[in-house]
């Protein structure tokens, strides 16, 4: 960093770890510079996230399944009725049920074991 002042090299005080204010001095005239640093983490592991999916047989099989969907994914964010219902409208038998965490899927899961259904997750990239 250059110094404002007299255009000498500013390091930073004491460095430590990043924060969002960093006090650089001057090395020349001991000028001190508040700057306000942003640091991106790269090296944070992503979380897996999954697509659900619902097959239903036939139309009388889908009238069953969309009552169970809906009481499974009823406390789930993110989860929309208003997408389902279009995809149960439209006579759709492969119902495309959203994106989800790796907490959200566990909790899925054993709310769907609950009502007998089957929902089929693919982890995506």
């Known amino acids: 960093m250059i ?6 090299d500013a390091a930073r005080v004491e460095p430590q770890a ?5 006090l650089y001095r001057c090395q020349k005239c001991g000028h001190e510079i508040w700057v306000r640093t942003h640091y991106v983490q790269s090296a944070l592991p992503r979380a897996a996230v999954y697509a659900a999916v619902v097959r239903a047989q036939d139309t009388a ?19 929309s ?3 389902l219902d279009e995809q149960f409208a439209q006579g759709t038998l492969v119902w495309d049920l959203g994106l989800y965490s790796d907490s959200e899927k566990h909790e899925i899961v054993e709310a769907s074991k ?3 259904l089957n929902i089929e997750f693919q982890q995506q990239e």
């Open 3 to 8: 110094c404002e002042k007299c255009s000498g």
């Open 18 to 22: 990043p924060a969002a204010m960093e």
């Open 61 to 79: 099989d889908a009238k069953k399944l969309r009552l169970k969907v809906a009481r499974v994914f009823a406390r789930i964010s993110g989860f």
């Open 81 to 83: 009725l208003t997408s």
């Open 114 to 116: 609950a009502v007998g």
